[in-house]
């Protein structure tokens, strides 16, 4: 009788009982029962926070959005804007070539207003030597002055704008002011050192001074970065201001020019001043 007993299988979904009287196995009914449950407890924490905060989500999701779709505009327009003032610098370079001064004055005057950055200083830099071309010479001086004061404008184009100031003025205007004007160029860092010492010579010879002008230009032939035909142009002067010569100013560094129309720049390459 033990052994038919032990033959007969137990009943199906009983659970078998460990030593312990516990249950081996869990409950898949009750496994279901507890997720249900945790996951409405969930859904209602969400409500809770989306009721509380909701308003606050969408808000953030706008602002992204908006911020976005502004940054994306204000790019696209600045776009527009820089080819639209190529467009018009570039006429008024191309009146300037033709012999239409009025014009192309005209064109870079206007420039000078509403032009962006970079080619409101460019025009300023054209104006400027057009200015210079109809005699113009204290509307240049102030035109490059204005320039040389401008922080918005990149300090090399600033010093640039200082050396042509001077060497526009050097015939009219009180040469002890125009050598303290030239003189923060004078620094060894400075990519117009040498043109603002060759000035600094220049205005101390027509002082009077011959001395100090020789003295000014033995730094650059003694600096050993100065080209050969700077050096070479600064021996000649020197010998020149021992005899009591004083020579002519010596040619103007070239002025910035923008690149073609299809390039858009956003800040144009400075001139050199060592030749």
Not at 43 to 64: P, Q, S
Not at 70 to 90: H, L, P, S, T
Not at 179 to 192: D, G, I, Q
Not at 221 to 247: C, F, H, I, W
Request: proline share 8%; charged share 25%; glycine share 6%.
């Amino acid at each position: 009788m033990n052994k038919v007993k032990d033959a007969v299988p137990a009943p199906t979904g009983t659970a078998a009982k460990g030593k312990s009287g516990a249950s081996d196995e869990i409950d898949p009914e009750f496994q279901g029962l507890m997720s249900e449950i945790e996951t409405d407890l969930r859904a209602d924490e969400f409500k809770k926070i989306w009721k509380r905060y909701g308003n606050v989500f969408i808000a953030f999701a706008i602002l992204l959005i908006v911020g976005v779709s502004g940054v994306v505009m204000y790019r696209d327009n600045e776009i527009k804007n820089r080819e639209a003032n190529a467009r018009r610098y570039e006429l008024a370079v191309t009146a300037q070539q033709d012999g239409k001064t009025d014009e192309a004055m005209a064109g870079f005057t206007a420039l000078t207003k509403d032009g962006g950055k970079a080619y409101s200083m460019l025009s300023r830099f054209a104006l400027a030597s057009l200015q210079i071309q109809k005699q113009d010479f204290a509307g240049a001086t102030a035109t490059y002055t204005s320039l040389a004061a401008d922080p918005s404008v990149e300090p090399s184009f600033r010093d640039l704008a200082t050396l042509l100031r001077v060497l526009h003025g050097i015939d009219r205007e009180d040469p002890k002011a125009l050598e303290a004007a030239l003189t923060p160029l004078t620094s060894p860092n400075n990519a117009f050192n040498l043109s603002a010492l060759e000035l600094q010579a220049l205005l101390a010879a027509k002082q009077g001074d011959a001395e100090r002008a020789v003295k000014t230009l033995a730094q650059i032939t003694t600096d050993p970065n100065t080209p050969s035909s700077m050096r070479e142009r600064a021996q000649d002067l020197t010998k020149l201001y021992q005899v009591g010569v004083v020579p002519p100013p010596p040619p103007a560094p070239a002025a910035p020019v923008a690149p073609p129309v299809s390039v858009a720049p956003s800040a144009p390459s400075p001139a050199t001043s060592k030749p």
